[in-house]
């Protein structure tokens, strides 16, 4: 049983556009969401968190926005960059007792073209 | 940088063989997790530790052992390696708040 779907397996987008990734939920235990960007042959990189008692959280060029009635997060990369090419996962965690226990997406491969 | 360094970064092993991961850490973080990475299922977590040899069960736990001697190691055993078990293997230490963890480079394991 799949908690956190990410259902897009890639997206490909133009420099200095837009990048949308898309992370959905099933259990609304869920609190707090984490998105990771990971690149070939390195670990796991954090990137930007929400608490579900906000709805959106803004950091540079990422901005998460968090739709707990549709169990839906996405992550919105503006602009693009090619440097932005990896891998992108969602997390989601139950707070407090779940301590550092994450629960992950299938990831999404994100191509930023020059 | 969370301070993780993971050892070895690639093993070849063969079916039925003991393995061990380690996970080292300079800075005394309390938390500390295994999480192997598959394609299609993400990551998800092994074993993980909350002090020393205080250890417990995560999500696909099965043919993994782990240990904690001291508070900057974590080691993952695996006691008899299946092909099912080539993957790749990331140490992670929980900072600050504790929703948050940090990874390290992992390591590669192919077992044959």
């Known amino acids: 049983d799949q908690q956190v779907k990410q259902n897009s397996p890639s997206l490909s987008v133009q420099e200095g556009r837009i990048s949308i990734l898309n992370c959905d939920y099933t259990n609304s235990m869920f609190d707090y969401f984490l998105w990771y960007k990971k690149y070939p042959a390195e670990g796991p990189t954090f990137l930007i968190s929400i608490s579900s008692i906000k709805d959106k959280n803004e950091d540079g060029r990422f901005t998460v926005f968090l739709n707990k009635s549709a169990k839906h997060l996405s992550l919105h990369i503006v602009p693009s960059q090619p440097g932005d090419s990896a891998v992108y996962f969602c997390a989601a965690i139950i707070g407090g007792t779940s301590y550092g226990k994450l629960t992950f997406g299938q990831g999404t491969i994100l191509t930023v073209h020059p | ?80 390696a299946t092909s099912s078990q080539t993957s790749v293997y990331f140490c992670a230490i929980t900072q600050g708040s504790g929703n948050t963890i940090y990874f390290g480079e992992g390591s590669w394991l192919t077992v044959v």
Request: hydrophobic residues 20%.
């Open chain 2, 1 to 80: 940088d969370a301070g993780i360094t993971q050892s070895p970064r690639h093993k070849v092993t063969e079916t039925g063989t003991p393995v061990t991961l380690r996970c080292h850490q300079t800075e005394n973080h309390r938390y500390m997790y295994w999480y192997r990475q598959d394609p299609g299922h993400g990551l998800r977590l092994i074993h993980y530790s909350y002090g020393v040899k205080d250890t417990d069960k995560g999500e696909v736990s099965d043919g993994y052992s782990v240990s904690r001697s001291k508070t900057e190691d974590f080691l993952l055993t695996l006691e008899s």
